[in-house]
């Protein structure tokens, strides 16, 4: 799937710092719970890398948990998506298999509708905007309507901003991506999306990507810095289009099953670990987003950055989105939308 080797890469000192000090406080962890036979014994699946942000924030939360439970509930994180896609997590959390999970809102959405008003495209200003959303009220509503679908809501997680990535032209103007096939979540929105800006969207699993762009099946795809990076797929796809088309955040989330079985106080725990642990992945995304880009940069990859007249017109080819969503949850939106221009007031 590529020649890169990531033991080859530059070593992320911030990340190993990071690392090192979930290892300590998982061997003080140990030695203090060796002797306790643990009364729940989870499963928390994570498609990431073992060194992601996500994966990292996912085994502080199960050290988290441990600690604070005296050994008592052990979670065990299962990365790089030996348990499966999202979409079959999803699955099997539903019918007993998996019991926790960081799972892209995308996928979430696809099941749950109501949770489409947050990943539109170009909804927020910027970073700080959809953290003012997620942190508050509007996002502590949003993770209640998992329930609906048997999945308990428990925190947000960071996944930056989604930019679009070409291995046969660089796309510099809307004119550039027409007709072009884009690989994209297995998600309707991104679909939409992409084929409101006049591409062809292709769903492919995220570990199949790699191989997708190298044999030309598709003639790009979109993500983050730190996934692009991760995955290697500036070896096949060099140009890098900055037009930050979505912002679409990562949930932490439960099984029903799951949570039925733990006490009030054991889920005030669960709650109070995923919520730190979020704070946590968010400090590790930006300095591992920053050197994702670094790495990229590095390796020959051209990095397009586009007008604000530009992305102004990527941004009006995707009112249709907005029409569709406005009847009813535009309320939703408006809320959304009244605390970016936060912004414009300080």
Request: aromatic letters at 10%.
């Amino acid at each position: 799937m590529g020649t890169g080797n990531r033991s080859g890469k530059k070593v992320y000192l911030f990340l190993a710092m990071a690392a090192a000090v979930g290892l300590c406080a998982g061997l003080f962890l140990f030695q203090q719970t060796k002797a306790v036979v643990p009364k729940y014994v989870f499963t928390y699946a994570e498609n990431q890398t073992k060194d992601y942000p996500t994966t990292m924030g996912g085994m502080k939360f199960a050290a988290l948990v441990g600690e604070r439970t005296q050994g008592r509930i052990r979670i065990l994180v299962q990365a790089e998506g030996v348990l499966g896609s999202e979409t079959e997590v999803i699955r099997q959390m539903r019918y007993g298999g998996i019991d926790f999970a960081r799972i892209s809102l995308a996928q979430v959405a696809d099941h749950i509708p109501e949770m489409n008003v947050l990943q539109l495209p170009y909804l927020y200003e910027d970073a700080d905007h959809m953290w003012r959303v997620l942190d508050g009220e509007i996002g502590e509503r949003f993770l209640h309507y998992p329930e609906q679908y048997d999945l308990i809501g428990l925190s947000w997680y960071d996944a930056g901003a989604r930019n679009i990535y070409c291995s046969t032209k660089p796309v510099r103007t809307l004119e550039d991506i027409k007709g072009l096939n884009i690989r994209v979540q297995e998600s309707d929105t991104m679909s939409e999306m992409i084929t409101a800006l006049g591409a062809v969207p292709v769903k492919i699993p995220y570990d199949q990507v790699y191989a997708a762009l190298e044999r030309r099946q598709v003639d790009g795809a979109e993500n983050n810095w730190s996934s692009y990076e991760a995955m290697q797929h500036y070896e096949v796809a060099r140009y890098y289009t900055v037009d930050e088309h979505i912002r679409i955040p990562e949930m932490q989330i439960c099984a029903k099953h799951t949570w039925e079985q733990l006490s009030e106080e054991d889920r005030v725990i669960i709650l109070e670990c995923a919520k730190e642990s979020a704070l946590y992945e968010r400090r590790l995304w930006k300095e591992y987003e920053r050197t994702a880009r670094e790495t990229a940069l590095e390796n020959q990859v051209e990095e397009i950055v586009l007008s604000a007249q530009e992305k102004k017109k990527f941004q009006d080819a995707v009112k249709p989105l907005y029409e569709r969503y406005d009847a009813e949850y535009g309320e939703d939106i408006a809320q959304i939308r009244a605390l970016g221009n936060l912004n414009k007031k300080e």
